[in-house]
């Protein structure tokens, strides 16, 4: 059972000027979104995480960059964690971009949403999954079957992963609420994953990680999810 610590890249300027940044040069994190990436260290401190894995994005290579430095790793970057290809939507404001007939399919029928001259949210989903199940296979294979990955990558993108392991359509992923700087987990078995917490933001994330099986447990994923009968 690897565990897979998903978190979103602090308060970048585009979030505070309402604009759809994509995958626009030079976004990077506010005073806000440093201090977020700061206290990361400290959230996570408890936690022997094995890889750090970032989207190319500046603004989650500077998330992640104090808790690598903390913990002396080199943050793995992944292409397929990056943040949805928005097209010709790209760079502009949110406020307008309501207005335009297809903000009412990525809303509520995102798995037709195409974006203009970008990718479609199906396909920014597909590759998100098969990245995020590539990495923890690979640290499986490197550190145990126990380890501990941490991925930043960007709300949809999480949200995205989220709804595929909670076995819920693309249709319903704008239902899941993921803000900056927050925490998801999700354990991965060999069978099936499992959601242990999503868009956490206290300082207690250690006790967010599901325990691995004792050797008095019966050898079944159900442990994860605790007894049906809880």
Not at 107 to 130: N, W, Y
Not at 198 to 218: H, I, R
Request: charge should be negative; proline fraction near 6%.
């Amino acid at each position: 059972m690897a565990t897979l610590i998903l978190l979103r890249h602090g308060r970048s300027t585009a979030n505070t000027a309402g604009v759809l940044a994509g995958r626009s040069p030079g976004v990077e994190l506010d005073a806000r979104g440093r201090e977020q990436a700061a206290t990361v260290v400290d959230r996570l401190a408890d936690l022997p995480i094995a890889s750090i894995i970032t989207s190319p994005m500046i603004r989650c290579r500077q998330t992640v960059a104090p808790l690598a430095a903390a913990r002396g790793l080199d943050p793995v970057v992944e292409d397929d964690l990056a943040e949805v290809d928005y097209g010709s939507w790209t760079g502009r404001k949110i406020s307008e971009l309501v207005t335009e007939d297809l903000w009412k399919v990525v809303q509520a029928h995102p798995s037709a949403a195409t974006f203009p001259d970008g990718e479609a949210l199906a396909g920014m989903q597909a590759r998100s999954v098969a990245a995020v199940r590539r990495q923890v296979a690979r640290v499986r294979a490197e550190h145990g079957d126990d380890a501990i990955l941490l991925a930043c990558s960007h709300g949809d993108v999480i949200k995205a992963v989220l709804a595929d392991a909670l076995a819920s359509h693309l249709d319903n992923f704008q239902r899941i609420v993921v803000d900056t700087c927050s925490v998801s987990v999700v354990a991965y078995t060999e069978l099936r994953p499992f959601v242990a917490r999503m868009n956490e933001q206290s300082g207690d994330v250690a006790s967010l990680v599901p325990k691995p099986p004792s050797e008095e447990q019966a050898p079944s994923d159900a442990v994860v999810g605790g007894p049906t009968n809880a």
